[in-house]
């Protein structure tokens, strides 16, 4: 039975502190009186841009009238992702509801504190009566860690291009689109390679850490790969208060910026040398895009007989059900490790297959990680360490259902990323390992 859904409205906006916010949603930390209900918990609200009135691209499942429906990204967790990553890495995630008024008081309340970039390009959507109550992962703990690892895999070679395969099985999908936003001036951890992070190779963590870490301070916590904070609040780099808070939890006031940033690397690649969550995320985007977009593509290109740039006018833009996510799980669960993806049969349903599955594969490749050190610290495996923290170490978050009407410009987008990275060259490309293997650079 659905439990009822907690009355927010019953707590005052200024109980709700801003924390930070992705692409689609704001996250607020409850810092009001104690309440069993909301201790310990976040708030996830969504985001819309222009003038209120239109949410961002998710895909929400459509209805005539009637209630709001609950945000899919509830059902989806508990329907479709938890049977793919185990329970443990997955927070606790509750629909709750909003009215109008609580919603304008509070995205009144914490405008002031969303960074200037953000508030530039959106804002809390209004129109929503339905927002997501989450477990508070970083507002209970000295300090924490959130890291956007991306693309932990080479594509299988299959389908690729004779002018994207050798590119593509050298230079990583990360890799080359941090060139790209480099050119156009965006932030990017530009020497960060998400297959050192991803290669259980302590050294290359550590290099891939080391990297974040310099991306993260020399661009003023702008990359969003990467964001820390003490005791809930986020510590902005070039603020020596805030980076005096990160000093003090690693009870070294006097640390200079090289002290830090070495004991942030060992911590931090210590902690995930011990859990299998970056494997379990690598091997679900390595399996779930099977085609490369170039595969797909071109598999719905022999289907419809159109050519790249129509392939994405069919039914392709049908969103997903989770009643088709449950069934094409079915599938993938029973059938995928034994299936030919080198020759996938040319019928709408196969394609559609490999569209749920790249849709999934997408979803895991945009996702963050949790790390809290205090709980992996040895004084912490003596003491009575909450059982909810306990059970959940490094949790996953993010875990957002994509929709297909991304589909052109993630194809676009491909293409011009292998395009720009054509232009370097060769012998100044980057050399991604895909693998445990050694590197001899840091
Ligand atoms: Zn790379």
Redesign the pocket.
Known sequence: MAQPSPQISQTLPEHWQYISEGGATVVLSYSGPPNPIFDKTVLRLRKSVGDGSNSTAHPMPSRACGEEPDDPMVEFQETIIHRLIPQAYLPRLQTVSVDADWLSRISTAVEAARPYRRREKDHIDLTKRKAILGTDLVGSEPWAVEIKPKWGFLPSPSHLSPESLLIKRT??????H?HLKSLRGEATAEA?????LFSGDPDRIGKAIGCLWDAWVDQKGRVNNLKVFVEGEIVEPHDNTSMDNLRKVFDHNQLDVQNVRSTFIQTITSILQSTPVLATLSTLQRSLDALDIEGLSSLYSRLNATDRTDWWSSNLLLEPTISEYSSFLDLFLESHSSMDHANPPVTADIARYYTLAYLLSATFKDCSIILRPALFSPASMKSTVDEDLRSSPVPIIDLDMKSTRKFPAWDRLDRAIVDMYRAVEPEKR?I?LDGAQPTSTC
Do not use: A, E, N, V
Not at 171 to 176: A, G, K, L, N, V
């Open positions: 230079t990583c999908r990360y890799c080359m941090s960060y390679c998400p297959l050192d980057r991604c």
